[in-house]
């Protein structure tokens, strides 16, 4: 079944500690995203990348590394969890990331930093 | 700055019609998006206005007036199915998504 898959499903994380999130998509999207949703808040951007070797900084990427060494897959990497990253990311990819470009999101890792 | 305002939450009954306001300021401007969020789920595309007016699909509609920073979307025959979390999301002049909070919609029957 076409789409993005991510993987933890839900994570307790002790701080300190290093964690990576995966994220796979199989639509042959250019364009991929991480965003983290807190409550009350807007989803927020945290690193994009526009095409496979290429990354960027999003509204609030401090803390976290990304990868994209291929189409399919955009890693999220925590090098240090501290309690503020406690949130429930999304990753998402789009055909492009310009123009009329929808956004399809996975289904979401819940992050506990104790 | 960039800033979205849309209601935090608004209650509606079962086979009623119900209007979600978004105001917006963005760093320019490239279209502008509604997605809907059940609890617990990932954010699904409802729909996408670049140009002034309405665009209709099915019992959802989407408007859009670019010189007021203004969109609505306009859910008709209301379903319980459509308690959801509603988000705006203009496009800035980066091709950036800039999201709102989201309406959290009750629908009572």
């Known amino acids: 079944i076409a789409g993005i898959t991510q993987a933890p499903t839900s994570q307790i994380l002790a701080a300190g500690r290093r964690m990576t999130l995966r994220c796979t998509q199989d639509m042959r999207h250019n364009a991929m995203y991480w965003y983290r949703q807190d409550l009350g808040l807007g989803l927020r951007l945290i690193h994009y990348s526009n095409t496979a070797g290429t990354t960027g900084k999003g509204e609030v990427p401090d803390g976290y590394s990304v990868s994209r060494a291929n189409t399919d897959d955009f890693p999220l990497t925590l090098a240090s969890a501290v309690p503020s990253q406690t949130s429930v990311y999304f990753c998402a990819s789009s055909p492009t990331g310009t123009e009329a470009d929808t956004q399809y999101f996975g289904p979401g890792t819940r992050l506990t930093v104790l | 700055g960039q800033n979205i305002d849309q209601p935090t939450e608004m209650t509606a009954t079962e086979g009623a019609i119900v209007q979600i306001n978004c105001t917006y300021q963005t760093s320019g401007f490239n279209g502008l998006f509604w997605y809907q969020q059940h609890a617990g789920e990932a954010p699904t595309f409802l729909s996408y206005n670049v140009l002034d007016g309405l665009e209709e699909k099915g019992r959802f509609s989407s408007f859009l007036s670019r010189s007021k920073g203004y969109s609505y979307l306009l859910l008709k025959e209301l379903q319980m199915k459509d308690s959801a979390s509603y988000l705006c999301?203009?496009?800035?002049?980066?091709?950036?998504?800039?999201w709102g909070a989201g309406t959290k919609l009750i629908i009572k029957p």
């Open positions: 999301a203009p496009r800035d002049s980066n091709y950036q998504l800039i």
